[in-house]
């Protein structure tokens, strides 16, 4: 139970190869591939006529194929969207398929085809469509306000001798007379008719005699005089309204026709995310290449493996490419190697708090294992009912069974059904069912004796606290370091035992002489060597004094596990103040015992998942901030080997090797 060893491989074989291999690589799911180039020494001359190898023309052709992919599921789900179940709004709407079914879909090369090409017809008509009922829409609306206007449109045309304008002017009806005379002043003879107004907006027609058109233009420029004109067409204004709407009628019974026939199409989804999905992964195979070094004849990649998956890949390259060349070696110095982690089945779980935190650095400790049986008990007693235990392990199991989880969340729903299980146990200790159900405790209610849970959390503070100095100190040993382990972490076990045990002195007096002892040898120990990479001796001293300063840091620490106690009582609490509300609800008769039942659900509903969010987080800080300060360095990179990854498909191998 610990980081998992790490292997560095190195692999070259035929470029005739690389489609097969970066397929085996692709299935396994084991390699995390670098950057060759990046890899080697820029200096080494061997390297010198290594080129980067490159997914050529394929990735452009992948890169439309995807996008015609994407647009025609796209433009299904605009047309008839996938309804999602309130689980799937979590989990995600991917069809599981197993890899017989998946082939299946992809054999039909002909049938994605035209899909592809009908549903590209429909959209382009569509588009097509849509343009043209703007325009008719344009009309209408350019039209509309000049219905009265009875002469064709082929008509309104003017002449050597005629001259004719059709707009818009601001003209109040007050003020009609007033313009007709002026432009009769303007062009004697000259026409004029109002068609409609808007307020104070007029719609005029007007006609003059040519030889007057400089005048007339002068005298509607000054009135603010804002020209329309109408597209070529024939008949009057009402007949062309008339004929667009017909237009616009059949331009949507078309549409519509379009739609029926694309909704034709909506049962291919599944052969579309097929396609998409198995062009997506050849397309990430192309990328994968990117990383690879190449002559004329060969090409080269190196990459992290997990030391037990190795003889998986040599299994699987030796399949596909006899001739290839393929080694492995350990982890040297300057390497940096990948992190994964690797626990047992009991742990394995909670490898979702350290990861969530940050992975252990190359060679570091994996913290896993030590933190899980604290973690257990910390959220237990903070959750600490059994019966909202109970039903947050039944809820997620539940949800595991309707989803299929990997990675992270399956390590966290698995934690937590462990919290449940921790919870009832808790619960069922300290007599906490819903609250305040009449059942006995096991062992003592904390609501009765606040203090003596305050004492289990204190004392459980401590016992982690030593366990994170301990794993430290085991930790400089292993790597010689004997006098710090006894320096840093034994001087300071020796004084907090001392101290601990002058605090229970006064309830066991017996424990004093051993208390001042212990205290007393670890001070002096901490004063003597606390400075140690000082060369004064006054400054090794002080720097000493000043250490045992920390004292107040380890106090800290341990005040900071009374929130055990203040988040079950919380949830104890709150359950306690639902049920009162449900008693006293309930003896309202029928109604009441309905609004009763709906405050027990609601009430109970909420303080189960508000309590749940608490419990995980600060039992999640207890560790971050109070265990591991103590030993834990985190940075390291996450391992993340090429795999099968896909956006609509969860597919199921049913082969692993190629």
Wanted: charged share 25%.
């Amino acid at each position: 139970m610990a980081v998992a060893e790490m292997k560095k491989v190195f692999l070259v074989a035929h470029r005739e190869d690389r489609e097969a291999l970066t397929r085996v690589l692709q299935r396994l799911g084991v390699l995390q591939v670098e950057d060759f180039l990046d890899e080697i020494q820029s200096d080494d001359a061997t390297f010198d006529d290594l080129m980067r190898d490159e997914p050529g023309e394929q990735a452009a052709k992948l890169d439309a194929r995807l996008a015609d992919l994407k647009f025609c599921l796209d433009f299904l789900q605009r047309l008839v969207p996938e309804r999602t179940t309130f689980i799937q709004q979590f989990a995600g709407t991917k069809v599981y398929l197993k890899e017989s079914e998946f082939r299946n879909y992809l054999k039909d090369e002909e049938r994605i085809a035209h899909v592809r090409r009908a549903l590209r017809s429909i959209d382009e008509e569509l588009t097509h469509l849509r343009n043209e009922e703007t325009k008719k829409e344009n009309l209408l609306t350019l039209l509309a306000p000049w219905q009265a206007l009875d002469v064709p449109l082929e008509e309104l045309r003017p002449s050597p001798e005629v001259g004719l304008e059709l707009g818009t002017l601001t003209l109040p009806a007050a003020e009609e007379a007033a313009f007709a005379a002026e432009l009769e002043e303007t062009s004697p003879g000259a026409y004029f008719e109002v068609i409609s107004r808007e307020r104070e907006e007029a719609r005029v027609f007007v006609l003059y005699v040519r030889a007057d058109e400089e005048a007339v233009q002068a005298f509607l420029h000054r009135r603010s005089f804002n020209r329309v004109i109408f597209p070529e067409l024939s008949g009057t204004v009402k007949e062309v309204l008339e004929r667009t709407k017909a237009e616009l009628t059949e331009l949507n019974r078309r549409r519509e026709e379009l739609l029926a026939e694309a909704r034709q199409y909506v049962s291919e989804r599944l052969l579309l995310k097929a396609a998409y999905d198995e062009a997506n992964l050849e397309r990430s195979r192309l990328e994968l290449v990117q990383n690879f070094a190449r002559t004329q004849e060969t090409f080269a990649l190196t990459g992290w493996i997990k030391a037990r998956d190795w003889p998986r890949l040599e299994r699987a390259v030796a399949g596909v490419s006899p001739t290839a060349y393929l080694t492995a070696r350990d982890a040297q110095e300057g390497d940096n190697p990948p992190v994964a982690l690797q626990n047992n089945r009991a742990v394995r779980p909670f490898e979702a708090v350290t990861e969530l935190y940050g992975l252990p650095v190359p060679g570091g400790i994996d913290p896993t294992p030590y933190l899980a049986p604290f973690f257990f008990v910390f959220f237990g007693l903070m959750y600490g009912d059994a019966a909202y235990g109970l039903i947050l392990a039944g809820l997620s199991w539940y949800a595991m069974q309707k989803i299929r989880m990997a990675g992270l969340a399956q390590k966290l729903f698995t934690l937590l059904i462990i919290g449940g299980g921790a919870s009832f146990l808790a619960g069922a200790i300290t007599g906490s069912w819903f609250g305040s159900l009449p059942i006995p405790p096991l062992w003592f209610s904390t609501m009765d004796n606040p203090i003596k849970m305050l004492g289990v959390a204190m004392a459980l503070g401590v016992i982690q606290i030593f366990t994170g100095l301990i794993i430290q100190m085991i930790a400089d040993i292993r790597s010689g370091k004997i006098l710090d382990a006894i320096y840093d972490q034994g001087l300071w076990l020796v004084f907090l035992t001392g101290l601990i045990l002058l605090l229970l002195s006064s309830s066991l007096p017996a424990l004093a002489s051993a208390g001042k002892a212990l205290s007393l040898v670890g001070a002096l120990g901490l004063i003597l060597t606390q400075g140690r990479a000082n060369k004064n001796i006054i400054k090794r001293l002080l720097s000493g004094i000043v250490s045992l300063y920390g004292v107040s840091g380890y106090l800290s620490d341990v005040l900071s596990y009374s929130r055990l106690l203040a988040l079950g009582l919380g949830t104890t609490v709150i359950g306690m103040v639902i049920n009162n509300m449900v008693v006293m609800v309930g003896q309202g008769g029928p109604v009441g015992w309905i609004i009763a039942a709906l405050i027990a659900v609601a009430g109970h509903g909420f303080n189960l998942i508000i309590n749940v969010l608490g419990a995980y987080v600060h039992a999640s800080r207890l560790q971050y901030v109070e265990f591991f300060t103590k030993f834990y360095e985190s940075g390291g990179r996450p391992f993340s080997p090429f795999r099968l990854s896909t956006k609509y498909i969860d597919l199921e191998l049913e082969e692993r090797e190629a």
